[in-house]
T-cell receptor, first 114, second 111 residues
Framework: GAGVSQSPRYKVAKRGQDVALRCDPISGHVSLFWYQQALGQGPEFLTYFQNEAQLDKSGLPSDRFFAERPEGSVSTLKIQRTQQEDSAVYLC????????????FGPGTRLLVL | AQKVTQAQTEISVVEKEDVTLDCVYETRDTTYYLFWYKQPPSGELVFLIRRNSFDEQNEISGRYSWNFQKSTSSFNFTITASQVVDSAVYFCALNDYKLSFGAGTTVTVRA
C-alpha cells in the first residue's frame, strides 16, 4: 500500500515569504504528526492531530507556524514570514490509532530559506 | 520529560563486522515504547523495531537484534554481519504518543 507522501520535496523560499507544506498520511491512519529536523540532529516534535483535532501543538516554535487537518486526512503545515532559522527538513508521520503506536514517516520536505 | 541519549556520534566498520548502537533513555512513565529508526542518505525515516516497557525479552530479527534492560534504562541495537547498505543514521526514540529522538549515530560500513 501507499506510504506517507509529502510535497514539495524541496522548497527554496526568500526570507519573509510564506510557505505551505503538504502531508498525505497512510489511508485510514487516525494520528498525524509533524516533526522538524535540523541538519545533523534528531527530529523534534512540532504538532499532533487525532483525526481533524489538533491535540498538541506544544512543539511549534512560534506563532508563525500553523498546521491544519480539516477533514482528518491531508494535513498542511504553514510557515508565515519565513526566517533563515526555519531552514530544516519537515517530516510528517502517521499512525493507525492514537497512543503509542508505530509512526510511519514520509520522505520529508527540505526547506531552505535564503 | 522524556530524554534519549545516543552517546556514539559515528561508527565506522568494515563489511561483515557487527555493529552495536547504544541508547539510554529517561522517562517517568511506567509504560512506554522504544523504537529504532534508520535514516539512509535519501532522508526517509524507516521503522526498524519497537519494544514495549513491560517485555524485556530480547529478540533477533534477521541481522538485527536488540537488548532492552529496564534496570539500566538502555535499549541497544546490534546489526550482525554489516553490509554497505546498512550505512545510515540510526535513531533511538521513546514514545509517549509523540516521539522523542536521540541525536542519532552515523554508521558507515566500508566494503
Amino acid at each position: 500500500g501507499a506510504g506517507v507522501s509529502q510535497s514539495p520535496r524541496y522548497k527554496v523560499a526568500k526570507r519573509g515569504q510564506d510557505v505551505a507544506l503538504r502531508c498525505d498520511p497512510i489511508s485510514g491512519h487516525v494520528s498525524l504528526f509533524w516533526y522538524q529536523q535540523a541538519l545533523g540532529q534528531g527530529p523534534e516534535f512540532l504538532t499532533y492531530f487525532q483525526n481533524e483535532a489538533q491535540l498538541d501543538k506544544s512543539g511549534l516554535p512560534s506563532d508563525r507556524f500553523f498546521a491544519e487537518r480539516p477533514e482528518g486526512s491531508v494535513s498542511t503545515l504553514k510557515i508565515q514570514r519565513t526566517q533563515q532559522e526555519d531552514s530544516a527538513v519537515y517530516l510528517c508521520a502517521s499512525s493507525k490509532r492514537e497512543g503509542q503506536e508505530t509512526q510511519y514517516f514520509g520522505p520529508g520536505t527540505r526547506l531552505l530559506v535564503l | 520529560a522524556q530524554k534519549v541519549t545516543q552517546a556514539q556520534t559515528e561508527i565506522s566498520v568494515v563489511e561483515k563486522e557487527d555493529v552495536t548502537l547504544d541508547c539510554v533513555y529517561e522517562t517517568r512513565d511506567t509504560t512506554y515504547y522504544l523504537f529504532w529508526y534508520k535514516q539512509p542518505p535519501s532522508g526517509e525515516l524507516v521503522f526498524l523495531i519497537r519494544r514495549n516497557s513491560f517485555d524485556e525479552q530480547n529478540e533477533i530479527s534477521g541481522r538485527y537484534s536488540w537488548n532492552f534492560q529496564k534496570s539500566t534504562s538502555s535499549f541497544n541495537f546490534t546489526i550482525t554481519a554489516s553490509q554497505v547498505v546498512d550505512s545510515a543514521v540510526y535513531f533511538c526514540a521513546l514514545n509517549d504518543y509523540k516521539l522523542s529522538f536521540g541525536a542519532g549515530t552515523t554508521v558507515t560500513v566500508r566494503a
